[in-house]
């Protein structure tokens, strides 16, 4: 059957079914990628791209922020863990996988899997390096010793079969473009769009390749957001417009059909492999277009300061909010969702990654 007929309901029934019997729906999750997932690696590196301050976490747990990106929960927080009773809408973990660096990434922790994601990072290493986070070749080496550490807690065969079934998830590319290729005339004077994005690519296939490596079999892509449409964007390039910039947008459309098509090759290549690309462009596209079908007030501002350009540093307790309620917002910092709107990202996510759980 497709993922596409299967009915809410079926989907719903069977995170209930599999809740109700105290199980997650796989045994760990790995997170890879930049600040859209990053829950505080960020906080222990000499870099200024952290958010381990108010407001950030504001509506977070305990009111008290963590390093995440964003005001509370990040869609892949959503998607992994419920502490409250939203059983029927993410993994079954009853926490989050903690951030590699932090303190408490030892023992039992672990073994609900990891997260090696790095705010400001890309496909491109040299992407990292500028802002002095941690590139995807790092967080393969990261990944490297958690493996060596879950086999010192529960052995050699169960290490193996935890990584097997576990889903391995990446959401990286947008500061590529972003926070380096249109900034930096070293780039964009050497390659076209197209071309820069063929050299993402094959970073892209050779990460895939060595997480294959390591064991992993299940491994959900993010797409490009509809990077245009990001309050900081249209504040810098959009030359005094309050439309999303389209040549932005046109190239994260490059980018994501591309993907699509290397994902698919790699799925031939590699044997037993299961990749699915993970769709946000349409429905961030969505909120951004008709933020008040889906109850929210405002998608071209973000919450916090002027709404027009603010994150991390820049986005601090002095940065007096545009509003109370945060939720009325598409959009928490210049470039991150607020946290009810990844929680609409979070039910696209899970609903595309459904064959990942089987």
Same mark, same amino acid.
């Given at each position: 059957?497709?993922?596409?007929?299967?009915?809410s309901?079926?989907?719903?029934y069977?995170f209930?079914?599999?809740?109700a019997?105290a199980?997650?729906l796989?045994?760990?999750?790995?997170?890879?990628g930049?600040s859209?997932?990053?829950?505080?690696?960020?906080?222990n590196?000499q870099?200024i791209?952290?958010a381990?301050f108010?407001?950030?976490?504001?509506?977070?747990?305990?009111?008290?922020?963590?390093?995440?990106?964003?005001?509370?929960?990040l869609a892949s927080d959503?998607?992994?863990?419920?502490?409250t009773?939203?059983?029927?809408?993410?993994?079954?973990?009853?926490s989050?996988?903690t951030?590699?660096l932090?303190?408490?990434?030892?023992?039992?922790?672990l073994?609900?899997?990891?997260?090696?994601?790095?705010g400001?990072?890309?496909?491109?290493d040299t992407?990292?390096k500028?802002y002095?986070?941690i590139p995807l070749?790092?967080?393969v080496?990261?990944?490297k010793?958690?493996?060596?550490?879950?086999?010192?807690?529960?052995g050699?065969?169960?290490a193996t079969t935890?990584?097997?079934g576990?889903?391995h998830?990446?959401?990286?590319g947008?500061?590529?473009?972003?926070?380096?290729y249109?900034i930096?005339?070293?780039?964009?004077?050497?390659?076209?769009?197209?071309?820069?994005?063929?050299?993402?690519?094959?970073s892209?296939t050779k990460f895939?390749q060595?997480?294959?490596n390591?064991?992993?079999r299940k491994?959900?892509?993010?797409?490009l957001?509809p990077?245009g449409?990001v309050?900081?964007?249209?504040t810098?390039?959009g030359?005094?417009?309050?439309?999303?910039?389209?040549?932005f947008n046109k190239v994260?459309v490059?980018f994501?059909?591309?993907?699509?098509?290397t994902s698919?090759?790699l799925? %031939?290549k590699?044997s037993?492999?299961n990749l =699915?690309?993970? /769709?946000i462009?349409q +429905?961030? $596209?969505d909120?951004?277009?008709?933020?008040?079908?889906?109850?929210f007030?405002?998608?071209?501002?973000?919450?916090?300061?002027t709404?027009?350009v603010?994150?991390?540093?820049?986005?601090?307790a002095e940065s007096?909010g %545009?509003?109370?309620?945060?939720?009325e917002? =598409?959009f928490w /910092?210049?470039?991150? +969702?607020? $946290?009810?709107?990844n929680?609409?990202?979070?039910d696209?996510?899970?609903?595309a990654?459904?064959?990942?759980?089987?």
């Open positions: 059957m497709s993922i596409k007929n299967i009915s309901f079926t989907i719903i069977i209930l079914v599999t809740v019997n199980q997650p796989v045994p760990a999750l790995l997170i890879f930049d859209v997932v990053d829950v505080g690696n960020n906080n590196l870099t791209l952290k381990n108010p407001p950030y976490g504001r509506d977070f747990i305990k009111h008290k922020p963590t390093g995440r990106f964003c005001n509370g929960k959503y998607t992994a863990a419920f502490p009773n939203n059983a029927a809408e993410n993994l079954g973990f009853t989050y996988p951030a590699y932090s303190k408490q990434a030892n023992g039992k922790h073994l609900i899997g990891a997260n090696f994601a790095s400001s990072l890309g496909y491109y992407t990292a500028i002095e986070t070749s790092k967080q080496e990261l990944y010793e958690y493996q060596k550490k879950l086999t010192t807690l529960v050699q065969s169960n935890i990584i097997n576990s889903i998830f990446l959401s990286s947008s500061s590529d473009f972003v926070q380096n249109y930096n005339p070293l780039l964009y004077e050497k390659y076209t769009p197209l071309q820069f994005i063929d050299i993402l690519l094959q892209y895939v060595e997480l294959y390591l064991g992993a491994i959900g892509v993010t797409t957001p990077l449409c309050p900081a964007v249209i810098i390039f030359e005094d417009s309050n439309e999303c910039v389209e040549k994260a490059s994501n059909k591309k993907l699509n098509s698919q090759k799925q %031939t590699l037993g492999l =699915v690309v993970l /769709d462009y +429905p961030l $596209h909120l951004v277009r008709r933020p008040t079908d889906y109850g007030f405002e998608s071209r501002k973000a919450w916090c300061g709404g027009l603010e994150t991390s540093i820049l986005c601090n007096v %545009t509003c109370r309620n945060a939720s917002y =598409v /910092d210049g470039f991150h +969702p607020t $946290h009810a709107a929680k609409i990202l979070s696209d996510l899970l609903t990654g459904l064959s990942l759980i089987s």
